[in-house]
Nanobody, 121 residues
Framework: QVQLVESGGGLAQAGGSLRLSCTAS????????MGWYRQAPAKVREFVAA????????VYGDSVKGRFTISKDNAKNTVYLQMSRLNVEDTAIYFC??????????????WGQGTQVTVSS
């Protein structure tokens, strides 16, 4: 199982920006998709963004399209989530996620511990 360590959460004002980082270890990531989910109080966990490690193709949840950007650094085994134009609805615990591609399907292979993002109005 891949190990994931997140950093970069905190407090931001509405309209501001934050960047989250997630560093992976324990696996070669060539057949992985790395991403972010978030969970606000009393809400289900929501997909935010993901990036395929082999070709760098990103995908975004509808609520963050145009505001968040996911990227990766191969040398550091790190995926980033640049969050811009934040609003109070972005307040949540953000979890890094690793999915391994097996026979064309994505299989969850690890979760980070979560990092709190709080946006004030």
């Amino acid at each position: 199982q891949v190990q994931l360590v997140e950093s970069g959460g905190g407090l931001a004002q509405a309209g501001g920006s934050l960047r989250l980082s997630c560093t992976a270890s324990g696996r070669t990531l060539s057949n992985y998709r790395m991403g972010w989910y978030r969970q606000a109080p009393a809400k289900v966990r929501e997909f935010v963004a993901a990036i395929t490690w082999s070709d760098g193709v990103p995908v975004y949840g509808d609520s963050v399209k145009g505001r968040f950007t996911i990227s990766k650094d191969n040398a550091k085994n790190t995926v980033y989530l640049q969050m811009s134009r934040l609003n109070v609805e972005d307040t949540a615990i953000y979890f890094c996620n690793a999915e391994r591609t097996v026979a064309g399907f994505q299989v969850a292979d690890g979760w980070g511990q979560g990092t709190q993002v709080t946006v004030s109005s």
